[in-house]
């Protein structure tokens, strides 16, 4: 069975850093291509960055130069390091995989929620 567990959401002051985690079993995560979406209410939902096997990045706009993604092969989890929060980050944050080569196989998490506000 595969899961997606993302953990370290929360409430954050505007300007504060938070870092997100996202655990995947049931899955060899080297040979997906991994990434972070978020859902913020009444809107659809959006690419924040992802991660290729080899290590690219591509990341929204919005969060360019702030937010930098990661994964530790070894230990299969995906991160989210997002720095200079600011309020229109506030939204579900959730965890996805995709293989690389089959591309009809993919993976959610379940969500976590981050709030930024004074």
């Known amino acids: 069975q595969v899961q997606l567990v993302e953990s370290g959401g929360g409430l954050v002051q505007p300007g504060g850093s938070l870092r997100l985690s996202c655990a995947a079993s049931?899955?060899?995560?080297?040979?997906?291509?991994m990434g972070w979406y978020r859902q913020a209410p009444g809107k659809q939902r959006e690419l924040v960055a992802h991660?290729?096997?080899?290590?690219?990045?591509n990341y929204a706009d919005s969060v360019k130069g702030r937010f930098t993604v990661s994964r530790d092969n070894a230990k299969n989890t995906l991160y989210l390091q997002m720095n200079s929060l600011k309020p229109e980050d506030t939204a579900v944050y959730y965890c996805?995989?995709?293989?690389?080569?089959?591309?009809?196989?993919?993976?959610w998490g379940q969500g976590t929620q981050v709030t930024v506000s004074s």
């Open positions: 991660i290729s096997s080899s290590g690219s990045t």
């Open positions: 996805h995989g995709q293989h690389q080569i089959s591309l009809a196989l993919q993976y």
């Open positions: 049931g899955i060899i995560s080297r040979y997906y291509i």
